[in-house]
């Protein structure tokens, strides 16, 4: 684009965000709840840093630091926080999020470091022998990141088949391919109370790690359907490669840093949920564990500390971004229902689905299993609507365009539609009982009534 026309959007982009903020003046001196045309000035103002992230793709740092700019200063001065009001409810809304970005900036910086150790073990030149040498090829790429997720958290998943992808594809990956690898990782861990933040919150909560596994009625089918078109788009676009020649021997010191790692972040996530959970709000045991882990493994394998300030900034971008959507007044859901929980799957590709899951959980009166894969797989459908597709994109930057991703990757949304009908038609809509005392009547009684019965 050239400058000029650059120049111009931009001042257009910052308008926009200006007047919306300027038209919530009157509502706030009446004391009314800032809104035009009955939406919220909050999300308007979202939604033109969304729109400024899909115009402006080569600059989303940018567009994400400028659009946090402007919610937070509209929040000083027309609507506070939930917090309260002023520096000090900012100050407490930061002082409730930061464990949440302090693990997710560890992670993602921390997993850019094991992914490239993995690449480095030259273990996924050897992959192409293991894998056909056609479009099945893609697809059984794909199956085993589904499978790695439900084991793992799915930004590594995510990262790690993105790794081997660049290898048997030769650095030329489809953008539909993309997608799909953030699908698979995404619905590979909607099962999984360990595959998935949103599950493990609802583990931590109390709800029946058994409750959520019928998620994978939806993921499966899903997999089949957005797999099969998305491996036929990376064939004609760069097959994988049959004969990959000579290569190093693998690197298993490289290799076992890299289980290393993965071991000690599983075993500090089980080991605080189970034993500490009241401290899992205060500390980021999770985010430490990965660097203490990287740092310890240092004298067997030096990682290429080259990396770090890339993935620092693309970290810092997703942090902008997961920071704006909790800055929104996402206070109240719909009624409990398959239809709310299906309409949260489309939330969840825009909004942060951490809060959405915090919500529902408040609520009570959900089938968690479908609400897993809803908020879980829903993020797959826009490049940044999960930490997995934000963690690849700082891989292929190409890919941070929602219009190419939208484009290219149709065949997740399809996905998306097909597996919430398929597992609606063989599983139903089954709202759980309320998993802690003292849960909303309301709740209950979504759970007893004939209506939500007849909903199956």
Same mark, same amino acid.
């Given at each position: 684009?050239?400058?000029?026309?650059?120049?111009?959007?931009?001042?257009?982009?910052?308008?926009?965000?200006?007047?919306?903020? /300027?038209?919530?003046?009157?509502?706030?001196?009446?004391?009314?709840?800032?809104?035009?045309?009955?939406?919220?000035?909050?999300?308007?103002?979202?939604?033109?840093?969304?729109?400024?992230?899909?115009?402006?793709?080569?600059?989303?740092?940018?567009?994400?630091?400028?659009?946090?700019?402007?919610?937070?200063?509209?929040?000083?001065?027309?609507? #506070?926080?939930?917090?309260?009001?002023?520096?000090?409810?900012?100050?407490?809304?930061?002082?409730?999020?930061?464990?949440?970005?302090?693990?997710?900036?560890?992670?993602?910086?921390?997993?850019?470091?094991?992914?490239?150790?993995?690449?480095?073990?030259?273990?996924?030149?050897?992959?192409?022998?293991? /894998?056909?040498?056609?479009?099945?090829?893609?697809?059984?790429?794909?199956?085993?990141?589904?499978?790695?997720?439900?084991?793992?958290?799915?930004?590594?998943?995510?990262?790690?088949?993105?790794?081997?992808?660049?290898?048997?594809?030769?650095?030329?990956?489809?953008?539909?391919?993309?997608?799909?690898?953030?699908?698979?990782?995404?619905?590979?861990?909607?099962?999984?109370?360990?595959?998935?933040?949103?599950?493990?919150?609802?583990?931590?909560?109390?709800?029946?790690?058994?409750?959520?596994?019928?998620?994978?009625?939806?993921?499966?089918?899903?997999?089949?359907?957005?797999?099969?078109?998305?491996?036929?788009?990376?064939?004609?676009?760069?097959?994988?490669?049959?004969?990959?020649?000579?290569?190093?021997?693998?690197?298993?010191?490289?290799?076992?840093?890299?289980?290393?790692?993965?071991?000690?972040?599983?075993?500090?996530?089980?080991?605080?949920?189970?034993?500490?959970?009241?401290?899992?709000?205060?500390?980021?045991?999770?985010?430490?564990?990965?660097?203490?882990?990287?740092?310890?493994?240092?004298?067997?394998?030096?990682?290429?500390?080259?990396?770090?300030?890339?993935?620092?900034?693309?970290?810092?971008?997703?942090?902008?971004?997961?920071?704006?959507?909790?800055?929104?007044?996402?206070?109240?859901?719909?009624?409990?229902?398959?239809?709310?929980?299906?309409?949260?799957?489309?939330?969840?590709?825009?909004?942060?689905?951490?809060?959405?899951?915090?919500?529902?959980?408040?609520? #009570?009166?959900?089938?968690?299993?479908?609400?897993?894969?809803?908020?879980?797989?829903?993020?797959?459908?826009?490049?940044?609507?999960?930490?997995?597709?934000?963690?690849?994109?700082?891989?292929?930057?190409?890919?941070?365009?929602?219009?190419?991703?939208?484009?290219?990757?149709?065949?997740?949304?399809?996905?998306?539609?097909?597996?919430?009908?398929?597992?609606?038609?063989?599983?139903?809509?089954?709202?759980?009982?309320?998993?802690?005392?003292?849960?909303?009547?309301?709740?209950?009684?979504?759970?007893?009534?004939?209506?939500?019965?007849?909903?199956?």
């Amino acid at each position: 684009m050239p400058k000029s026309a650059r120049v111009i959007l931009s001042r257009r982009f910052m308008s926009a965000l200006s007047a919306a903020m /300027l038209s919530s003046t009157a509502f706030a001196s009446s004391g009314e709840q800032p809104a035009i045309i009955g939406i919220p000035v909050d999300f308007i103002l979202f939604a033109l840093t969304l729109l400024g992230v899909a115009l402006f793709h080569k600059h989303t740092l940018r567009v994400a630091l400028t659009g946090l700019a402007v919610i937070t200063l509209y929040k000083l001065g027309f609507t #506070g926080f939930k917090t309260g009001d002023g520096v000090s409810g900012l100050l407490a809304h930061l002082g409730h999020e930061w464990v949440i970005l302090t693990n997710l900036l560890g992670l993602l910086v921390g997993f850019a470091l094991l992914s490239n150790h993995f690449e480095k073990s030259h273990l996924p030149q050897v992959l192409p022998r293991f /894998l056909p040498d056609d479009w099945k090829g893609g697809f059984v790429l794909l199956v085993m990141i589904f499978v790695l997720s439900a084991f793992l958290d799915n930004i590594a998943a995510a990262l790690i088949g993105g790794t081997i992808a660049a290898t048997v594809f030769r650095h030329k990956v489809h953008i539909g391919y993309l997608a799909a690898i953030v699908a698979a990782s995404n619905g590979g861990g909607s099962g999984s109370v360990v595959g998935d933040t949103t599950t493990t919150m609802m583990w931590l909560d109390g709800v029946n790690p058994l409750d959520v596994l019928h998620a994978y009625a939806a993921a499966v089918t899903a997999l089949v359907i957005f797999g099969i078109p998305a491996s036929l788009q990376q064939q004609r676009y760069s097959p994988i490669v049959k004969n990959e020649g000579r290569h190093a021997p693998v690197d298993w010191a490289r290799l076992g840093i890299v289980v290393f790692i993965l071991i000690v972040a599983i075993i500090t996530n089980v080991t605080v949920n189970l034993r500490f959970n009241h401290l899992s709000d205060a500390f980021p045991f999770i985010g430490v564990a990965v660097w203490a882990a990287i740092l310890v493994c240092v004298p067997l394998r030096k990682p290429q500390w080259s990396l770090v300030p890339e993935a620092f900034k693309g970290s810092i971008f997703l942090l902008s971004l997961v920071l704006c959507a909790s800055l929104m007044p996402v206070e109240k859901l719909p009624v409990a229902s398959w239809q709310s929980a299906f309409g949260l799957g489309f939330i969840s590709a825009v909004f942060d689905n951490i809060p959405l899951t915090a919500l529902a959980l408040k609520q #009570g009166g959900y089938d968690w299993g479908v609400l897993a894969y809803a908020v879980g797989f829903g993020g797959s459908m826009i490049w940044f609507g999960s930490s997995a597709g934000v963690a690849l994109s700082s891989m292929y930057p190409e890919a941070r365009s929602v219009l190419l991703w939208l484009r290219h990757g149709w065949h997740v949304a399809l996905a998306y539609v097909i597996g919430f009908s398929v597992m609606l038609t063989v599983v139903g809509w089954e709202p759980h009982e309320p998993h802690k005392k003292g849960a909303p009547a309301a709740a209950a009684q979504q759970v007893m009534t004939p209506d939500s019965a007849a909903a199956k």
